[in-house]
């Protein structure tokens, strides 16, 4: 039973454009969301944050939306850059899960 | 502040060994918990290891075990180790003063093949 689903396993946007990456959850029990990015060979390394309480935190090109009614994160960064090439996960913690992370999208920024 | 460091980085094995992984914390950091990533279940979480005792525990085996030391560095051990056991070993640390929210940092991970 998947607790998350990040249903496009890639995405492919222009460089300057808008990228919006997304996730949706059944846990209902979740009450923190996380995006990591992860670039090869590396381990995932923590972007931004949300807690339960708001629906809306922003840090530099980077905004994560959270619609609870809906089970619902996203994430969008602009502008997009081709530096921001990588694998995103997006992450829950809450009830009794330690940290439960979908299976990723592969974000490509072309220049 | 060094980051999360975990070693050995490659480790090849063959099916029936075990193996034993390491990871040290952010400094400061108490909280170590372990992860497996694998091209067909994404992330999964192992365990995790607050003030030397498990505090969380994954739906993995009993064959996957793990430890904390007084310093905070962690091992993780797998016995008798299967050809599904090949994967990305993570390790993440956190202050884990917040049990729920605390920000995980990840180590570049131990990436094992199991011949």
């Known amino acids: 039973d998947q607790q998350v689903k990040q249903n496009s396993p890639s995405l492919s946007v222009q460089e300057g454009r808008i990228s919006i990456l997304n996730c949706d959850y059944t846990n209902s029990m979740f009450d923190y969301f996380l995006w990591y990015k992860k670039y090869p060979a590396e381990g995932p390394t923590f972007l931004i944050s949300i807690s339960s309480i708001k629906d809306k935190n922003e840090d530099g090109r980077f905004t994560v939306f959270l619609n609870k009614s809906a089970k619902h994160l996203s994430l969008h960064i602009v502008p997009s850059q081709p530096g921001d090439s990588a694998v995103y996960f997006c992450a829950f913690q809450g009830g009794s899960e330690k940290l439960v992370f979908g299976k990723g999208t592969k974000l490509t920024v072309n220049p | 502040k060094a980051g999360v460091t975990q070693t050995p980085r490659y480790l090849i094995k063959t099916r029936g060994q075990q193996v034993t992984l390491s990871c040290s914390p952010i400094s400061g950091h108490r909280s170590v918990s372990w992860y497996q990533q694998t091209p067909g279940q994404g992330l999964q979480f192992l365990f995790e290891y607050f003030s030397e005792t498990q505090r969380n525990k994954g739906n993995f085996p009993g064959r996957f075990s793990g430890r904390q030391f007084s310093n905070s560095r962690s091992e993780m051990n797998v016995s008798t180790l299967e050809l599904g056991d090949s994967a990305l070993y993570l390790c993440?640390?956190?202050?884990?003063?917040?049990?729920?929210?605390?920000?995980?940092?990840f180590g570049p991970g131990t990436r094992l093949t199991v011949l």
């Open positions: 993440a640390s956190s202050s884990g003063e917040l049990a729920g929210t605390d920000t995980q940092y």
